[in-house]
């Protein structure tokens, strides 16, 4: 680290064989920040904003020069296996957005692989429940596996992303689509369907819980929603592929193998898509990378702004401290931050609950039976697999707002888009009481009403299922945060998605639809939303901090207060 003499900041890291490694000198949180003034130095970036925790005496110039150097070192030293190691040709832009947008839309890429592999088994069901002969039971678990499987896959987040990188766990995820892809497609039976789709799903659990990570630690705040949205938008583009991959195959003979074996493109684009990304800037600085942590945000910061330079010393300074934070205290002790210190424990407790909202509403058994639905309501097998489309068209057309606007209206504001997919959900289950034999029509366009409101106004909610849990957890616990976050989400899908016929008997499928789904959007959704929902547009990660280590009645209080002055989003 750094610490101020006279007003400069003094070079404290001891130099090793490698300058990426450096061993970085113990200091108090006091030692490696003093403002005895409080006095703040206003730089503006290219948009206009104001950065934060620079004091009047600070010499940024020697700091940058510092890092400069360090980014130098590692240049020199890394050889042909260290670059090796790193899986990546490096690739530099002039335009840092340029490389910015590059990491975003390729490391997004991955969710049309979520997307495909959850609506494929919709059109591949009917073919492959003959061929197989698969019991009521066994078709629920080949559909339900896949998220079962994700929370497998969200476990082993944390050692393979804390151990290995952000970037080089999604690398792991693709090995898993392949070979579960590759089992899916040559099953004779159903324990091998099982076993694939198991495997597919610890691929789609690494890669739903590290995706939103990866973006969010490289990313600018000022478009961090947006792309983390995109990743929701190549979810939903992925899900209308898979029924129009359905559609083509449908009438091929044992067309439902290459349905399902579809994923192995995919895959192998993401694959070579990541060769070309840098790893986290923040997980390297998170290791004590410094100088590779600089070098890769250079290529994504114009440095030459101050308040980018700010940003990263920001980073450095929240590294140090967690450091600090976990000397003191032992390993066993480490395992429980998530909940034993109250900033880390409002961050899950919040995280939770949106992913909650987003899972329990019904959208993954929606999904998932999609094809089976539209037959119930009166389409022909191969109409219902094309009718099955309009769904995931809706989907997909719904995620285009978020990622357009999400970042200037704020998360609160779009979070009350569950007032619209509310209203859905209830023309979905209207159309279901029409007696189809009197009023076919009728019948068909009430429900393909609520399916389109109900999944273009779930496209732009569901965005805020991504973004929010990985922007809201400290650097030391993020990857342990999205574990848990991950796998409840999964863990939520394969539950409404397993239980989805039961649930059905039970309560009817109007009486699950308004009464279960509805009823958790309206009666625990809307209220948890306006009261305890912190705003977070345009802040960095570390900023974000600071809002969870609020109290939550403060939290609770500024919502209302802005509340009465007839504002969401602040």
């Not at 240049?75 to 975003?104: D, S």
């Not at 939520?492 to 279960?516: I, S």
């Amino acid at each position: 680290m750094s610490k101020i003499n006279n007003g400069v900041f003094e070079d404290t890291q001891k130099s090793t064989p490698s300058a990426s490694h450096l061993e970085i000198e113990k200091r108090s949180s006091t030692e490696i920040f003093v403002d005895p003034t409080l006095a703040k130095l206003d730089l503006e970036n290219d948009d206009g904003k104001v950065s934060r925790l620079l004091n009047q005496s600070f010499n940024l110039d020697a700091e940058v020069k510092a890092l400069d150097e360090l980014g130098d070192s590692y240049r020199k030293e890394v050889g042909f296996w260290g670059k090796l190691k790193r899986l990546e040709f490096e690739v530099n832009f002039e335009k840092k957005q340029h490389m910015v947008y590059m990491l975003g839309a390729f490391a997004a890429f991955a969710g049309i692989l979520s997307g495909i592999d959850q609506s494929i088994i919709s059109g591949a069901s009917i073919g492959m429940n003959v061929m197989l002969r698969l019991s009521s039971h066994e078709a629920s678990l080949v559909s339900a596996l896949m998220p079962l499987g994700a929370v497998a896959g969200s476990i082993l987040l944390t050692p393979l992303s804390e151990y290995f990188g952000r970037k080089k766990s999604l690398v792991i995820s693709c090995v898993f689509y392949t070979i579960g892809a590759i089992i899916c497609a040559a099953a004779t039976n159903h324990h091998e369907m099982y076993a694939g789709r198991f495997l597919i799903g610890v691929g789609v659990g690494l890669e739903g819980g590290g995706i939103g990570v990866y973006i969010a630690e490289s990313v600018p705040s000022s478009v961090r929603g947006s792309l983390v949205s995109l990743y929701q938008f190549n979810i939903a583009l992925g899900e209308l592929f898979g029924y129009i991959v359905g559609v083509i195959f449908f009438d091929v003979k044992g067309g439902w193998r290459y349905m399902v074996g579809s994923s192995l493109v995919f895959s192998t684009i993401l694959f070579v898509g990541l060769l070309f990304l840098p790893e986290s800037p923040r997980w390297l600085m998170h290791k004590g990378r410094v100088g590779e942590s600089w070098n890769v945000w250079k290529r994504l910061r114009d440095t030459s702004i101050a308040n980018n330079q700010v940003e990263f010393l920001e980073l450095r300074q929240v590294a140090e401290q967690d450091r600090e934070l976990h000397a003191n205290e032992s390993k066993f002790q480490s395992l429980f931050d998530l909940v034993r210190i109250p900033r880390n424990r409002r961050a899950l407790v919040y995280s939770s609950v949106m992913i909650g909202l987003g899972q329990l509403t019904g959208i993954n058994a929606i999904m998932y039976y999609m094809s089976t639905l539209m037959q119930r309501i009166g389409f022909s097998d191969k109409r219902s697999v094309a009718m099955s489309m309009v769904g995931g068209a809706a989907l997909l057309i719904g995620t285009i707002p978020a990622i357009l606007w999400m970042d200037r209206f704020g998360r609160r504001t779009w979070s009350m888009t569950i007032i619209i997919f509310s209203l859905g959900l209830v023309l979905v289950g209207v159309g279901y009481q029409i007696n189809l034999v009197t009023n076919l029509r009728a019948a068909e366009g009430v429900y393909l009403t609520g399916q389109i409101i109900y999944n273009m106004a779930f496209g732009s909610y569901a965005a805020l299922t991504w973004v929010l849990p990985s922007e809201s957890f400290s650097l030391g616990t993020r990857s342990a945060g999205m574990t848990v976050s991950s796998a409840l989400l999964y863990l939520f899908a394969f539950t409404v998605t397993y239980n989805f016929d039961r649930m059905q008997a039970a309560m009817t499928y109007t009486g699950l639809t308004l009464g279960f789904y509805g009823g958790i959007a309206v009666v625990i959704g809307i209220p948890y939303q306006l009261l305890c929902m912190p705003e977070t547009k345009n802040k960095t990660l570390e900023e974000i901090d600071e809002i969870f280590e609020k109290p939550t009645r403060q939290i609770i209080r500024e919502n209302l207060a802005y509340l009465r002055k007839g504002k969401l989003s602040y």
